[in-house]
């Protein structure tokens, strides 16, 4: 296992199209994060899976904006009917850790998300 | 709501010097973590640096250590022997002990690093 993997890595897609990215996280880790990070800021939080249950989810994170995470192993990032303005780097991450405890967190390379 | 400021947008240093980067933080929480994360260009977010609140030494990891300063809500890093691999965006991150499960960033500082 050699970290935290995102597909794809860019994506080019016309406004109004959905696009869907995947996240997979280290196996052994029960918690997977999104975040969004737009050029020259740091990242923020999107929403939080604790296995396969979705715990929180930013107000950032619209209608139209849905996560999964099956059987709690990778998740899945869908945007529908994009926009200009979700044009960013999309960043997953995971951990290990039970409930009630803040462990380090590991991220991914990213999907940088483009929308013409 | 938690907040991290970094006041530096951009960052300079000689190869072999020492540098230090800002970072503040605010919070009505007494138990949390701090973080430093590294990213350089094009590649994945890197931890460098921890910090739990409850803990008074500063954390050290080889030439990377914390000035952490709970009372002022502060937690600055300081590289030695500044390397051209240092090179990177730094972010200062924070998050809860328990409760919200989530990373609250810094907006970051790009460190340049002159050989």
């Known amino acids: 296992d050699t970290g935290v993997s995102q597909d794809p890595r860019h994506k080019i897609t016309k406004r109004g199209q959905n696009v869907t990215f995947r996240c997979d996280p280290i196996?052994?880790?029960?918690?997977l994060y999104w975040y969004r990070q737009t050029l020259g800021q740091g990242p923020e939080f999107l929403t939080y899976?604790?296995?396969?249950?979705?715990?929180?989810k930013s107000r950032l994170l619209s209608d139209r904006f849905s996560a999964e995470r099956p059987k709690g192993s990778f998740s899945t990032l869908e945007i529908q009917r994009t926009e200009q303005g979700d044009s960013a780097m999309y960043l997953c991450?995971?951990?290990?850790?039970?409930?009630?405890?803040?462990?380090?967190?590991?991220f991914g390379q990213g999907t940088r998300l483009t929308v013409v | 709501a938690q907040t991290v400021t970094q006041s530096q947008p951009e960052m300079s240093v000689q190869e072999a010097e020492t540098v230090t980067l800002s970072c503040t933080y605010d919070?009505?929480?007494?138990?949390?973590?701090l973080f430093w994360y590294k990213q350089p260009p094009s590649r994945q977010m890197i931890l460098v640096i921890r910090?739990?609140?409850?803990?008074?030494q500063n954390a050290t990891e080889n030439r990377f250590s914390v000035n952490f300063q709970k009372a002022a809500k502060s937690f600055s890093l300081k590289i030695s022997d500044s390397q051209l691999g240092d090179a990177a965006m730094y972010f200062c991150?924070?998050?809860?002990?328990?409760?919200?499960?989530?990373?609250?960033f810094g907006q970051g500082t790009r460190l340049t690093i002159n050989p």
């Open positions: 991450a995971s951990s290990f850790g039970p409930a009630g405890s803040n462990t380090e967190a590991f």
């Open positions: 196996s052994e880790h029960n918690r």
């Open positions: 899976f604790q296995n396969e249950a979705q715990l929180e």
């Open positions: 919070t009505s929480e007494s138990d949390y973590y």
């Open positions: 910090q739990e609140a409850y803990k008074q």
């Open positions: 991150a924070y998050i809860s002990f328990q409760g919200a499960q989530k990373l609250v």
